[in-house]
Each structure stands twice: as structure tokens, then as C-alpha cells.
């Protein structure tokens, strides 16, 4: 592999390409739009289009792309070539500010949550300059926006980069009551860790499940799972090691800092980290990453399952947010330093976050909301349903310690012994890490994992951003207003901590008597499925603070709830119909071609030795008979739910229906079809078992 950092970002219109080509001038005008958010001139534009596209085409591009993240989750594209005409029946190859500024893409086309009628087709593409564009492909990609003719939000980003101004703004508020006069701006910054599974491409298009759906709908378990422990952080096997060293140079390429890499818990599951970036940046990285996993899979004869659950009775798969503030000097905002406690501006911050993550735990959880997600969140799985905050031994003593108005005496640093003199010896962390807790500080950030591994993390941060943002609007209010600034700072510190302690939990998430104490006593929500959570989107809480910090109008936020719901609802069908359609048309005739095998069998035994027994043959068919039959019967009732599910218009009525209805009916067929499973013989399974998924690679 050729010197990392001489390619790494070659495929990026980067700072540095920018600053080589472009004049100085046209230059320091671009970093003021990136940096501090101003408007850009059509003349800038222009002269960037120009060398963007002379940097392209050398690079061996052809076509241009407006690349924006619509409601349907993934990315969307429309490719334009650079070539006009030319007088002499030639071409040239052109691109100008205007074609760089503004595309214009079917808006009617997307989901939209009824902000556009089939025949209201105009739509808008606006180019974010906060975005490098790239080329992927031998097309020029342009990181982009996505609005309706009517001027609302029909993406991802753009209620992100929304939200983003609205949080720095409050935090510059705080800073400067903090004395820090020379603070522009303060951005979240991200770190995606992305879970994944990678399985045989061969086994996959056998699998009609994975097909349509993305995860299996039948599959008895194997004889051997993740009970041993032996896959996460095992060796890498030499054929997913090539497609990760493929991946990461490709990433690199692009610019994408993907670091870490290893084997995750569940048998074929490994994990890709990615370094920090702003959450514009990130969320537009992870989106790319995970299309770039798909394609070098397919490179090697595998397919990379992004569905959070895949495979029952093994771990699914996530996405952890790792979300930190840092102002654009520098400062994380979210460090403690070595004195936590004297560490005003900290506490202001730390206690910022612990408000808006209690008082908008409803808004955490549906921003992950999904059909997919749902199996995970629910299900003994990291992390459970209900939102709480891990803050660990010595912020949450400390914070007890200003709710009691007492000395904090601090904690004393314990040097690791592991009773080997050669072994280095280091000071163990001041708190250990929860992995059951779905909102975790880890030191200098939180750790949210609740995000499903084929998520955008836009929802996440936008819900994030947005309430904490609207917290120190109220922090900042009340202390600009206050007569003695430290009196009213300690008052509400305390007053804050005493308020929204119940959402912090250093304990074991998984632990059922968790879910009741927090049900139960400290009145934390448990929604448990997409169906229960996204209609609290609108809320009036959750749609006023939304509305208020401008980063949703009300129009956007009903239509955004309604088109999460109609895909909920769209992907169970979906699931419920191909379940019909494998039980139907392979499982039942596979069972029965078994059963008439084994008869057969018996019948010729009998023959040769008359009044044979032949039980085994007997009592398989008889097993497999009553359960051919109940098939049938779960076949029909799950038939009926979708008909039943189908009657509703209102795709409020109809979440509640599908989740009601049609998935029982899906998991009572499917626990049927499993039990065949194990007693057909396997040349008479119609497609690859689990054992043949997760261990053939």
C-alpha cells in the first residue's frame, strides 16, 4: 500500500486542494463561509466551481452529483456530465457557480410526510460548504441540502446544520459569561463507531429474507453461537482482514479517518471507528462509509448486513454516537480537567447536557426509532428501551456533593498491580465504563448507544443539539439576568442536579429491576417499539423547543413523524409478506417432501422385514405433519393480520395495528417454520441455515 498520508484525502476537495488552487482572495472567502457562516458570493462560487471541476476532471471525473441525504435514509443522487457544446460540434467541459450552488432533484419522489403531492415534483438541492465534495465513483460528489419548492426540509441535514446553529449560538452565550470574549463559535463534535456483519454473498442470494428484508425471518439456532466468547476481539480471518484492509484504504481515500477495527461479539460481526469530527461532517462520513462497506464487500464474494438485527439469539448490531462541544479554539467543552468540582464552566455544560437529556428522553429514543432498531432496544440487548445517563463514581459523588451544599474530598487515584514487575504500572481511570447505560460520559464526552447500526446519525444529533442548545438558552437567560452572577451559578447548578437526578444510573441497564425502578419510581418513559415512540415527536413540549430553536417548523415536524411511521409500517409488511411467501412456497414443501421421503423409507424397510417399526421415521413424520399443520394455521392468521392491518388509512391507527397484529403473528409462524427446521433433514432445507451464515466466511 502506497504512503498513507500522501493519498489519504486524494479523492477530497479539501482545505488543501483549496488552498493550491484557489486565489487567495476567493480562498479567504471560502474558510470565512466554512468557518463563521457567511454568504457566499456567486462570484466565490463561480471561481471554486471552475477549479473544482478542472481538480475533478484530472482526477478522472466525468460527471458531477448533487449528493444529498433524503427522508428515506440512505443517499440519493442525480449525475450531470460536465459536457456543453461546443460551435464546431465539439464539447467542453464546463461547471459553473450556479450548477455548484443549486440542483434540482423530484421531491415528490422521496418520502415527505405529505409536505408534497405526487404531482408537486420541484425540489431543491443547495450545496453545503461545510462538506468537502469528492469524487467516488469518476463523479463529482457535492455534499448538499434538500428542500421542497415551498422552502421546507425534506433531508437529514439540513435540520442538523440547523440544529448546529442553534447550539453554538447558546453556548457562545455561556462563554462569554464565563469572561472568554474571543470564542466564535462552538461545534459538536462526533465519533461514529459503526457495527456490522459479514456473511458469504453465495448463502445470501439463496435467502430471500435477506433479499428484501436485510435480516433473516426464519432460522433455528446453531449449535454454537457467541456463547464462548471467542469471536470478539478474536483474530481476524484472513478473508475479512483483506476486505478491511480494502475498506480502510478506500475510506482514506475519501478522507474519512476510520481507525479502529475488530471483531464485535456475535459470530461474521466486527466493528469500523471512526477519529472525531463535527457532526455535519461525521454524519455525512458515516452515510458514505457504510455505501463504501457494501460495494468492497461485494468485491470480495461477501455481502455486509447493516440490519441491527439480522440473526435471533445473537447480538445485533449498533451504532455508537460519541458526541462532544469544542469551541473553534480548541477547548473541549465537556473536559473536566483535574479539579471537576472547581470547574465551574464544566458543571454548567455537564449539567446542560444531564436537563436536556431528562427532560427530552422521549425525543432520544424516537430519533433511533426504527423497525430494525426496535429488536435490539426491547430486547435484553445493549442498550435497553429507557433513556438514563452513566456519569460514574466520581462526577455523580460530586454532583451529590453540590446538591448537599458539602466538601467534595475527592478521589484518590489507585495505581493499578498486576503482580508482574516487568508489566508497566498506570493509575487506573476514575471511574470504570457502563456498556449496558444508553447515555454514557466517558471522560470528555458522552457515548450515546442506542443508535441502530443502519441509522443516519443526524436524528441523534439533531435531538441532541437542539435540547441542549435549548437548555442554555435558560441557563443563559437566568444567569445574564442575574444580579450576582455566583450566587444565581451555584443556586442553579444545584437546583439542576436536584431536579434531573432520576435519569442518572451508574447500575446494570439490563437488570429487569432497573426498567421497573425506572418506570415504576423515577418515572422514566419506556417506549418500546417505533409505533410507541415516534408520535411524541409532537408533543408540545417537544414541538415547541423544536419550533422555538428553529431547527423544525411545525409543518416539517408532522410530516417528518408521519413518513418515519409510513416506513415502519412499510418495512413490517414488507417482512410479514415475504414470510408468507418463503413459508408458503419452500418451507411447507420442503417439510412435506421430508415427511414423504421418510414414509417411503419406512415403507421399504417394512417390506424387507415385516412388522418393523421403524419409529424414528414414524414419529418424525408425525412431528412434522402436526407441524406442517400448525403452519398452515400461523400461515393464515398472519395473512389475516395483514388484511387486518391494511383496512387503516391513518398510519397512526395503522403502526399500532402492525405492531399489535401483524408482528405476533410474525414470530408465532416463525417459531413454528424453526421447530421444522431442526427436525428436516438439511439436503431438504430450502436455503441456508444460520449455522451455514455465521460460520461460512
Known sequence: ?????????????????????????????MRETIDEGKELDISVANAVAGAMKDWAVEKGATHFTHWFQPLTGITAEKHESFISPSPDGGVIMEFSGKELIKGEPDASSFPNGGLRATFEARGYTAWDPTSYAFIKD?????????????????DKKTPLLRSMEALSEQAVRILRLFGNTAVKRVRPNVGAEQ?????????????????????????????KGQELDDHYFGVIKPKV????????GELWKLGILAKTEHNEVAPSQHELASIYATANITTDDNQLTMEVMQKIAARHGLVCLLHEKPFA????????????LATDEG????????????????????CSVIKAVDDYQDLLRLAVATAGNDHRLGANEAPPA???IFLGDELTAVLDAIESDTPYLGAEKTQMKLGVDVLPKFNRDTTDRNRTSPFAYTGNKFEFRMVGSSDSIACTNIMLNSAVAHTLRGFADRLEAADDFEDELHGMIRETIKAHKRIIFNGNGYDDAWIHEATEKRGLSNLRTTADAMPHLLDPKNADMLTSESVYTPEELRARCEANLENYCKTITIEANTMVDMAATQIIPAVSGFCSELAETAAKKRALIPGL?????????????????EIGIRLAALEEALLSAAVSEDVFEASSRIRDLILPAMCELRVACDQAETLTAKKWWPFPTYGDLLFGV
Open 313 to 324: 439469539g445473537v447480538n445485533g448490531s449498533g451504532k455508537h454516537n460519541n458526541w462532544s
Open 241 to 248: 482482514a483483506e476486505f478491511m484492509r480494502d475498506l480502510d
Open 331 to 350: 477547548q473541549n467543552l465537556l473536559a473536566p480537567g483535574d479539579t471537576p468540582y472547581e470547574n465551574a464552566q464544566f458543571l454548567v455544560f455537564l
Open 195 to 223: 457495527e456490522y456483519f459479514l456473511i458469504s454473498r453465495e448463502d445470501y442470494v439463496k435467502r430471500e429474507d435477506l433479499r428484501f428484508t436485510g435480516r433473516t425471518l426464519f432460522g433455528a439456532r446453531p449449535p
Open 138 to 154: 469518476r463523479t463529482l460528489c457535492i455534499p448538499t441540502a434538500f428542500c421542497s419548492y415551498g422552502g421546507h426540509a425534506l
Open 613 to 629: 417399526a421403524c419409529r424414528y421415521e414414524t414419529d418424525t413424520v408425525s412431528r412434522l405433519s402436526d407441524l406442517t399443520d
Open 386 to 388: 429507557v433513556v438514563s
Open 1 to 29: 500500500m502506497a504512503n498513507i498520508p500522501e493519498y489519504f484525502g486524494s479523492l477530497v476537495f479539501d482545505d488543501r486542494v483549496m488552498r493550491s488552487v484557489l486565489p487567495a482572495d476567493v480562498y479567504a472567502s
